[in-house]
Structure formats: C-alpha cells, structure tokens
C-alpha cells in the first residue's frame, strides 16, 4: 500500500524544548491512523510539522513517497491535506462562509470570489454539520457562536474540500454525544471513499473504536505502533500505552 | 417582523460603522448649514473642499486595508512628497509628463513594498519603522531639493494629462471622478477579492491565516505597497493642481489622514475595516478644516474641532460594540 504522507525522524525544537525527537510516522491509502499520547506528547506539534505549519529542525517529509522540499501549509492543502487544528483556526469577527473558504476561496479569473456559489455552498455543510440553532446563517460571524459550533465550522472546512488525508486534532472535545457520533459517521464515510484519517484523541474508546491502526507518541518519540489485530480491546490498548510510556 | 424590515435591519447591522460616520457627516453638514448658510453656498467653499477630499482619498482608503490587516503605517506622508518629487525632476528634465506621472506613481508602490518588507521581514513594530521612515524619507528630499520648490506651470498647463486628470469636467473637477473610481475599485478589492478577504483574515487572526495556507507576509508587504501606490497618487494629483512641488508637501495630511481612517468608523485592532465609512471620514475631516473659518470663527480653533470631532466620532464608534473573540 502507498503511504499518502510520510514523516521519517522529523525533529522539532523550540527553543530548549525538544517537541519531536527523531519521530516516524505514515498514512497509507483508506486508512485511519489514531495518534495518541499524554499532554504535551508533541501530537499538534507533529501534525503542524506534517501540514507545512512547522518546518521540521532534521528530518523529511514525504508526499506520495516524493520527498519534498520547502513544504507550507498552502502545498499541504493544494496536494489534498486538510486539518482540524486543535485550536481549530478561525477568524471570529469574520462570517462562516469567509472562514470555511479561507485560503481557498472559489474565485472568477483575477481573484474576485464567488459570492452566491459560496454561500449556497456553506448553507448545505452548515445543513450537513447540523447546526442546531436556527439563528445561524453564513453571514454571522463565527465569533457569536458556541464552542461547539465553531468546531462545526472548522470540520465543515475540511469536508468541503473532499481531501485524500484529513487530520483531525481532538475533533470532538466540545461536541455532544450526538455530534460526536456524526464526527465518527464522517470518519466512516471518508474510509469507505477509500480516502485516509489521521485522528488525535484523549478518548481512547474513541479512538479505538474508528482507528486501524495505532501510533503512540511520548516526549516527542514515536514509542510504538500497533493495528487492531494486535488489540483486543480499548482497555488493552490504554493498558500498551500505559506500559510503554512507563519504560520509556 | 416582516421580511422586508429585516433585510434592512441586517444591510444596517453589517454596515453599522458606516452608516455611522455617514450620520456624523451629515450632522456636521447641518450644523454648517445653519451656521453659516451664505457661506456654505459659496462655490470657492467647496472648490478647496474638492482638491483636499481627492488627496485624502487616496491615502485613506488603503490606510483602511492597512489597518485592517493589523498594521499602520506613518511613512506615507513622505512617500507622497517623494513620489511628487521624482514626477517633479522628471518634468523638468523634459520627460513627458504621463510618463513621468507613472515613474511617480510606480516609485510610490516600491517604497511602500520596500516599507513592508523592511517591518515584515525584521519583524519590527511598523508603528515605529515607519516613523523612522516618515523622517528619513522627508530628510532626503530635504537634502536633495535643498529646501526648494520646483514650479511647472509651462509644462502642465496644456498637456492633455493634466485635463484629463486634474481638469474640469462640464465644471465639475476631474480629480473628484478619479477619487470616486478610485474608491469603487477599492470597495470590490477590499470585499470581493481574495486580496481584501485574505487581509481581514491576516488581520483577525494570523496564526489562523497561516495554518490555513495564506501567505501572511506576502499579503502584509502588498498592502503597504498599496498605501505607498495611494500615497505616490495622492502627491501627484496635488502636484498636478497646484503646478508645483514644494518639500513640505504632504506633511500636513499625516494626521488628518489617519483621523480620517478611525473617524471613519475603522476599528484599531484589525480584522474590520470600511471602505464606505472611510469615505464619509474623509467627508467630515475636509469639511471641518474649511468650515470652521467658513462659518466666521477664527482658524486658531480649528484644530480644537478637528480634535472635539474625533473624539466624539470615536465614542460614537464604540456603541458597535468591542472586538469579538
Ligand atoms: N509554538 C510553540 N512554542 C514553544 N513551545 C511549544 C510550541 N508548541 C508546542 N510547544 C511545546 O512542545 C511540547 C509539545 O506540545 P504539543 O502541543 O505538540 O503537545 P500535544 O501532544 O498536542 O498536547 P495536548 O494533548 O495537550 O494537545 C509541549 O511541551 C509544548 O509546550
Ligand atoms: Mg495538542
């Protein structure tokens, strides 16, 4: 199987701290990938590195097994990359439509956008996403809506370009129950169009329940890796992860 | 509440800040009005009103982009002179004066882009560069004109540029249209272009803008160049109506200019910014300095107005609402 992204001993400093030591990590085709690891592990810190957000100190990158130099967060999109930033990455005081498109608006020729096109666009993700409250049309600005709803918003962005890899950094942890289950209902769907996943999450029943396979980060180092048939359970898995990070 | 009602509630909600500078203008317009009536029909009254608007326009206006991407900008009030300059001692060293109207315009981008490189790339305050480069720029043309002025009145006076530019227009002032265009233009680059859109982004948020892909120094150094291509056709335009250049040009719309920007109803802190409002600013500010002695006060209390109707315009300003987080 060809890996759609591949980070081979990526290192990142800041400053004195190490954040990433010498770290591995691919995505293959139709595959959902679960990072785990404690706070602070380094996991954000190496999907930035892996989305051209962060250029590594060491180490490389590679995209369909190309190696690339000089990767940014504009190439990581353009070559089918998108990400749920844990911070999620909006512009409160601009309208849902203009934050679902940012960066990659749908234009005419010489840059002007397509309005109407835009909108209808972003009322169908908000009808998809669910947004409960009635209030809510693509022109609000995204800084007047709930916690969960933003995050509704920067997921909406990442369905809307249909991307080959969708990294999701802790996608559901202001979301209910409810929208949880559609967060998973997505993944789902994603793998069946044989597109790839990489999913961070604190929720290890979560997390074991849509992943085939799992990466375990600790102070920065790729400290093991395993795939559903190694694991019995989401209690065996907390317990793997619990046991490495001890002897590490 | 019908639909109808709504709509125009939701066109006044987004453009709140606009229409107030739009009241604020129309107030002061009153108070002329009743003031001084004999003097406010006066057409000389005006006719001032019509070189100062069109100059401040063109600084204004990509002030607004500035200051909604985050940054400010001092040094344009030197540009101005400079790119005035450069248009100057090309005219009279025969070039024709088109051509030399765009040497000027176009040295105004590059000290504007240059100015955006040197606060983006060094990653300085762009608050205090460009008053570093507000007073290196004017010290040049200081040195290099010797404190001199240059006149050009044989050379523009019956050049087709200079009527197609600066001349009238079945009596109505050519430089007006070119402002009016001027600020049509800006409104859809400023809220139908990637350029605007991308620079309320980088304004907002721009650790965001770059996790998504926008190139955020890139679009801060072409927003200063647009404020350095404005301030290059501010100078020139009043080159042009006067026939000359003198070294002092421009210094006196450094604040006038900025008043207007915040006047207009452009908040501080990047992210938001109005084009329309500007305008309106720019409206106020223009009016206020040929009113004041218009309706029979001393010019010793200008500058008190100028500051009374900032403030005012500021707290009126603030009934929008603070910053959305
Ligand atoms: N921009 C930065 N500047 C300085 N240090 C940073 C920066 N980003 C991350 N770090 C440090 O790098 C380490 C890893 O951080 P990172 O955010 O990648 O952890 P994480 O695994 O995502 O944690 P969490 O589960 O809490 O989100 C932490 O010690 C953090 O303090
Ligand atoms: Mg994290």
């Not at chain 2, 125009?8 to 709140?16: D, L, S, V």
């Not at chain 2, 006038?256 to 938001?272: E, H, K, Q, S």
């Not at chain 2, 315009?313 to 009934?319: D, E, S, T």
Request: glycine letters at 10%; one cysteine or more.
């Amino acid at each position: 199987m060809s890996n759609i992204i591949e980070l081979k001993n990526v290192t990142k400093k800041f400053g004195g701290i190490t954040a990433l030591n010498k770290a591995s990590l691919h995505v293959g085709a139709g595959e959902i990938v679960g990072l785990i690891g404690d706070n602070g592990a380094g996991k954000s810190t190496l999907i930035k590195t892996l989305v051209g957000v962060y250029s590594p100190d060491e180490g490389e990158i590679l995209i369909r097994d190309q190696k690339v130099s000089s990767w940014t967060a504009l190439k990581a999109r353009e070559a089918g990359i998108e990400t749920v930033f844990q911070d999620r990455a909006l512009c409160p005081q601009q309208s849902i439509v203009w934050n679902i498109f940012m960066g990659k608006e749908l234009t005419y020729p010489f840059g002007f956008v397509r309005e109407k096109e835009q909108i209808n666009e972003a009322n169908r993700l908000i009808r998809e996403i669910g947004f409960t409250s009635k209030l809510i049309n693509a022109d609000s600005p995204v800084g007047n809506l709930s916690g969960g709803e933003r995050q509704g918003v920067a997921i909406a962005r990442a369905i809307y370009n249909k991307a080959e890899l969708i990294i999701l950094d802790e996608p559901t942890n202001a979301l209910s129950l409810n929208e949880t289950q559609k967060v998973f209902d997505f993944v789902k769907n994603v793998k069946k169009s044989k597109r790839s996943v990489l999913f961070i999450g604190h929720n290890i029943y979560h997390v074991y329940d849509i992943s085939d396979r799992f990466v375990i980060l600790d102070r920065g180092e790729v400290v093991h890796q395993l795939t559903k048939n190694d694991v019995a359970s989401p209690e065996e898995l907390m317990k793997i992860m619990r046991d490495t990070i001890v002897q590490h | 509440m019908n639909k109808e009602s709504s709509v125009i509630n939701k066109i006044f909600h987004k453009n709140g800040r606009a229409f107030g500078s739009m009241g604020y203008f129309i107030i002061l317009m009153l108070i002329f009005l009743i003031g001084a009536p004999e003097a406010w029909l006066r057409p000389n009254l005006h006719q001032s009103v019509f070189v100062m608007m069109p100059t401040l326009i063109f600084l204004v206006i990509p002030l607004v982009f500035l200051v909604a991407s985050g940054e400010i900008d001092l040094s344009f009030a030197s540009t101005y002179a400079l790119a005035a300059y450069i248009f100057a001692i090309l005219v009279k060293s025969g070039i024709d004066p088109a051509l030399a109207i765009l040497a000027g315009v176009i040295s105004g981008a590059v000290v504007g882009a240059l100015v955006g490189a040197l606060i983006v790339y060094g990653r300085l305050s762009s608050l205090v560069a460009s008053l570093g480069v507000l007073f290196l720029l004017r010290g040049l043309i200081l040195v290099l004109t010797q404190s001199r002025s240059i006149t050009m009145m044989d050379e523009l006076e019956n050049h087709w540029v200079y009527h197609l530019l600066v001349g009238n227009f079945y009596g109505f002032p050519m430089q007006m249209l070119w402002a009016l265009a001027f600020v049509i233009f800006s409104y859809y680059l400023f809220n139908k272009h990637v350029f605007g859109i991308h620079i309320h982004h980088v304004g907002d948020n721009y650790v965001s803008a770059e996790q998504m892909g926008i190139n955020v120094k890139a679009v801060k150094i072409k927003t200063f160049m647009f404020v350095g291509l404005g301030a290059g056709i501010a100078g020139i335009f009043t080159t042009l109506i006067t026939y000359s250049f003198f070294p002092t040009q421009g210094f006196g719309y450094l604040l006038l200019a900025l008043a207007a920007v915040f006047v207009g109803g452009t908040p501080y802190w990047g992210g938001l910014g109005t084009i329309a409002g500007a305008v309106f600013g720019v409206g106020v500010i223009a009016y206020m300095e040929v009113g004041v002695i218009a309706v029979g006060m001393s010019g010793v209390w200008r500058q008190f107005f100028n500051g009374l109707i900032i403030l005012l315009a500021l707290l009126g300003h603030r009934l929008h609402g603070d910053r959305v987080r």
